[in-house]
């Protein structure tokens, strides 16, 4: 049975990270249709979450995304925003993975509330941008790792 190599990235899983462009990993995150999120319980356990992709992402170190204030993830970055965020592609014989550690900052700010609100929200938030279930989730990295083909490599966030 051949597989169509149309579905599998092999030059982006074989090159080296240091070789890679870090445009190719912006593209790569830029096209996943879910991110997963990590925050840290009380007891120092993580706690990962599955999410709809950033509102909006800066370079490879700022990803803003839209929750729920009243959610388990909230109470947990407000008392420790350490944080990774976690974005994937399951091939049909290769899987790549990207993860990024840093820090989630909760932005309540209605400023910033109504920048990334979106038609469609009101269904999740009624009182729409000033509802106080809605909240942004300001994610900052401050290092990454991609994995590709049983490889993993540390890459730098700097611009």
């Known amino acids: ?81 350490n944080a990774c965020i976690y974005f994937y592609r399951k091939g049909l014989i290769k899987y790549q993975g990207v993860m990024l550690k840093g820090t989630m900052e909760v932005l309540e700010n209605e400023e910033i509330k109504k920048r990334f609100w979106r038609f469609g929200d009101k269904m999740f938030y009624p009182k729409g941008v000033t509802d106080p279930d809605y909240c942004i989730l300001k994610f900052t990295a401050i290092s990454g790792r991609y994995y590709c083909d049983l490889k993993t490599e540390n890459f730098s966030v700097e611009e």
């Open 1 to 81: 049975m051949a597989f169509p190599a149309a579905s599998i990235d092999y030059n982006f899983c074989q090159q080296k990270i240091k070789m890679i462009n870090p445009e190719k990993i912006k593209r790569f995150i830029g096209k996943r249709k879910v991110a997963f999120i990590a925050s840290v319980d009380d007891e120092g356990c993580p706690n990962v979450k599955a999410m709809l992709p950033p509102r909006k992402i800066e370079g490879l170190t700022t990803f803003y995304f839209s929750t729920n204030t009243s959610s388990i993830r909230v109470q947990q970055f407000r008392v420790k925003p």
